[in-house]
């Protein structure tokens, strides 16, 4: 299984991003897919998450009404939308499959893919 997220980079303050995470060796229709970011000298969060179907979706309370995320299940692919972005935004994302309903529970996420650095400056 691998999970392999794209699209991270320098942006300004206010800035947008999409992040791409394209998956391969599992049904991919069958696990709800995370979002997560780790800061450095911080604990990793879930950023969003996405339901199998794509019909339910979480955000953290920091990213409401500024990030999207969204699902392709015919190119195996989670998307994460990211406007209006902030320093405090600045962090490694990346993108994490499991197959239970608690999508906002990093520990039960089973496959995890390596992260890209998104870096906002004020």
């Known amino acids: 299984v691998q999970l392999q997220a794209s699209g991270g980079g320098s942006v300004q303050a206010g800035g947008s991003l999409r992040l791409s995470c394209q998956a391969s060796?599992?049904?991919?229709?069958?696990?709800?897919i995370g979002w997560f970011r780790q800061a450095p000298g911080k604990e990793r969060e879930v950023v969003a998450a996405i339901s199998r179907s794509g019909d339910t979706t979480y955000y953290a309370d920091s990213v409401k009404e500024r990030f999207t995320i969204s699902r392709d299940n015919n190119e195996n692919t989670v998307y994460l939308q990211m406007n209006r972005l902030n320093p405090e935004d600045t962090a490694v994302y990346s993108c994490a499959a499991t197959a239970t309903p608690a999508m906002a529970v990093p520990r039960y996420y089973k496959y995890w893919g390596q992260g890209t650095q998104v870096t906002v400056s004020s």
């Open positions: 060796g599992l049904r991919f229709s069958a696990y709800n």
